[in-house]
């Protein structure tokens, strides 16, 4: 692990901890990264997930899911 590395480490770590600490506060911070799940639907049968069990129904149309971006 270089020097950079670290304080890249050390940077980012007092950015969560200013982060919690302002939510704490009653302040939202903005999203940094959103994971958004297409479909659950899927035929593989993975070993460590079960999402091809789930049957896709109540999944977001695009216009639902446009405004969810949009907000």
């Given at each position: 692990m270089t020097g950079a590395d670290v304080r890249d480490g050390v940077r980012r770590a007092g950015e969560l901890i200013s982060s919690v600490a302002r939510t704490r506060l009653g302040r939202r911070d903005q999203p940094r990264l959103l994971t958004y799940i297409v479909?659950?639907?899927c035929n593989?049968?993975?070993v460590m997930c079960?999402?091809?069990?789930?049957e896709g129904e109540g999944?977001?149309?695009?216009?639902?899911i446009a405004r969810i971006y949009r907000q």
């Open positions: 479909t659950f639907r593989a049968r993975c079960d999402s091809w069990r789930k999944e977001l149309t695009l216009p639902e």
